[in-house]
């Protein structure tokens, strides 16, 4: 398995219902790519879960900041933007932020904004999007179909 994607989140996945639905997301990605979660500690202050997230980046990783106002991608375009990534070698970094958002220097410091939708949603709520667009971006690039 040549591919990794890694997702850095503020604050854990406290219900139940939401760890069942990632897990098997990240259970269906397995046979595509290995993905890493690294769960940064929520503290309530997107600027101190900013440096908090910047630790867990280490480096000069390039990362794309998930955010209500960014860049709204249908379902086709996350496919096509993620199998860009990997034809440039890169490893795509998704973060996330928690229940107040990302601060603006972690959205300014990233290679590009993306929205899952002009929609709010919970953070919880919000990775679980992410992980199943993933999933639909690998059955995309494997010339399978995504509507079911």
């Not at 309530?44 to 440096?51: S, V």
């Not at 379902?75 to 996330?96: A, M, N, Q, T, Y």
């Not at 107040?100 to 919970?122: H, M, N, P, Q």
Request: proline letters at 3%.
């Amino acid at each position: 398995m040549a591919y990794r994607v890694k997702i850095i989140a503020v604050g854990r996945i406290k219900q139940r219902f939401y760890k069942e639905a990632i897990n098997e997301y990240l259970k269906r990605l397995k046979p595509f790519c290995k993905v890493l979660v690294n769960e940064v500690e929520e503290v309530g202050d997107p600027l101190k879960e900013g440096d908090n997230i910047f630790r867990a980046i280490r480096g000069d990783c390039s990362f794309i900041a998930l955010d209500e106002k960014g860049r709204l991608l249908s379902s086709l375009d996350f496919s096509k933007e993620l199998e860009s990534i990997f034809l440039h070698g890169r490893e795509p970094v998704f973060v996330l932020g928690g229940v107040k958002g990302l601060s603006e220097e972690v959205k300014r410091k990233a290679i590009d904004v993306w929205s899952l939708s002009r929609l709010t949603f919970t953070h919880e709520l919000a990775r679980l999007i992410l992980v199943e667009q993933i999933y639909r971006a690998f059955k995309v690039m494997r010339g399978e179909p995504y509507h079911y």
